[in-house]
Structure formats: structure tokens, C-alpha cells
Nanobody, 124 residues
């Protein structure tokens, strides 16, 4: 059974930095993709960063250049380094993993294993 647990959220001033961590256990796939989503109050969940088993990373324009997704060598811990944080980055951040390298937001919703989330608050 795949288990996902995020940590590292908190409160930070605009322009600051945070690093989220996610421990993922119980998977044995050779091909997978894992990543971070976020959901702000009153808004739908959105992708923040995805990395696959070939270490190809993808970011939406809203975070590209500010956020970096990375993994430990053992591929069991996923990180999200967030720099130049903005008030609009305030959200609950979720870690997710799914089997296979192909992905879509719908695929993650249907087939992903999700954590409980960690809250990030950016104040001005």
C-alpha cells in the first residue's frame, strides 16, 4: 500500500522561501510520476510541479523559475523548494504519486495516491 506524507508547510513573508518534503513509501514501480498540487480556499486544485521516473520535471507558468521539484537518491522523498513566494501561493499543498510516466491532472485525481496536505501561508 502506497503511503504519502507531507511536511514543511508554514507561514512566511512575501518574497521568502519554504521547502516542503514528502515521504512516499510502499511503491515498487519502475515508471512513475510524482508531484505537488495545491488548493487555495474557493479555488480548484492545480498542479504545481511534476517529476517522473526519468527525472523530467514540469511546472506551470505561475511557479516556473521560482519553485523546484527534486527527489532524494532513493526516490522515496520528494521536495518542493519554493522561492520568491507570493501571497497568491497561499494554499494547501498536496503530494501525490501515480504509476506510469504519462500524466494528466485527471489521471492523478483518479489513480494517484495522495497525502493529507501541508498548509502554506504567505503574508504581505
Amino acid at each position: 500500500q502506497v503511503q504519502v506524507a507531507e511536511s514543511g508547510g508554514g507561514s512566511v513573508q512575501e518574497g521568502g522561501s519554504l521547502k516542503l518534503s514528502c515521504v512516499i513509501s510502499g511503491y515498487t514501480w519502475d515508471r512513475y510520476c510524482m508531484g505537488w498540487f495545491r488548493q487555495a480556499p474557493g479555488k480548484s486544485r492545480e498542479v504545481v510541479a511534476i517529476i517522473d521516473s526519468d527525472e523530467v520535471a514540469n511546472y506551470p507558468p505561475s511557479v516556473k523559475g521560482r519553485f523546484t521539484i527534486s527527489q532524494d537518491d532513493d526516490k522515496k522523498t520528494l521536495y518542493l523548494s519554493m522561492n520568491s513566494l507570493k501571497v497568491e501561493d497561499t494554499a494547501m499543498y498536496y503530494c501525490v504519486i501515480k504509476r506510469g510516466r504519462q500524466w494528466s491532472e485527471l489521471d492523478f485525481s483518479r489513480f494517484g495516491s495522495w497525502g493529507q496536505g501541508t498548509q502554506v501561508v504567505v503574508s504581505s
